[in-house]
């Protein structure tokens, strides 16, 4: 599944590709997991200039004129392409065709990618965002008893951590994924907060130089410790692997448990 670095790059390159053109043909495909129909579709998007593309916490946003927003959700394996003319991508779930005769195709093969217009605000901050304070986050984990990596990856609290990141953020900051929210101190607060914008901020830049176009898939070579073919941390440390809720998580005994 990409993740919030992976997106902030997709969105980056789909505004620049993208911004400015008319929209002239918009076709919903499958309509199994879209929010709207495919007429409300057509009728807000077609003929609408897009603005700009930007990132919501998991979500990539379209803004287009009178601030109609188009949000996409990728799921686990949607995918974005470009196309000339004619769409040859298999598996589409909603197509845009603009007045270039370019077009973008969001795909997914177990057709659970998410479309959506004018999505919901929901008050939650984003993890890169202002409001993603290490106040916020201090007050927020001082009256949870939950397991730290749960809350990191809870969008209804911190919007935009996925799981392969909450595990580099937990060894960064040198706090076992196991360790109760609010045993926390003050202190290794603190470094959660800085490891969040750190991890993802430096992932965002190893993408962007990598793969400076992508608009699809993961980039995950680089990840210090969330990776199936490391057996030591960048430290010496043996990483140790563990399933929490049903996902592989990634650690070492350098992490500090708060119980």
Request: charged residues 30%; glycine residues 6%; proline residues 4%.
């Amino acid at each position: 599944m990409p993740e919030l670095p992976d997106l902030q790059v997709f969105s980056h390159n789909l505004d620049k590709q993208l911004s400015g053109k008319k929209v002239t043909q918009v076709q919903l495909k499958n309509a199994k997991k879209a929010k709207q129909s495919a007429a409300a579709f057509k009728k807000a998007l077609e003929g609408n200039k897009l603005k700009e593309v930007y990132r919501e916490g998991k979500e990539l946003r379209f803004r287009f004129k009178d601030d109609v927003i188009l949000g996409m959700h990728l799921m686990l394996h949607g995918k974005l392409f470009y196309y000339e003319a004619e769409n040859p991508n298999k598996h589409t779930i909603l197509e845009l065709l603009f007045d270039d005769n370019s077009g973008l195709a969001l795909t997914d093969y177990q057709g659970m990618a998410v479309a959506s217009l004018n999505p919901e605000e929901t008050g939650v901050p984003d993890a890169l965002s202002d409001e993603m304070t290490a106040d916020f986050l201090k007050e927020t984990l001082a009256k949870k008893k939950t397991i730290i990596k749960k809350l990191l990856l809870d969008q209804h609290i911190i919007r935009g951590i996925g799981n392969a990141y909450a595990d580099e953020i937990l060894w960064v900051a040198g706090i076992s994924p196991f360790s109760v929210s609010n045993k926390i101190p003050a202190a290794k607060v603190k470094a959660l907060h800085k490891a969040i914008h750190k991890v993802l901020k430096d992932a965002e830049k190893n993408i962007r130089k990598a793969h400076p176009d992508i608009i699809a898939g993961e980039v995950r070579d680089f990840l210090k410790i969330h990776s199936p073919k490391q057996t030591l941390s960048p430290t010496g440390a043996t990483i140790e692997q563990q399933a929490l809720n049903g996902r592989k998580t990634y650690y070492t005994a350098e992490q500090e448990l708060f119980e």
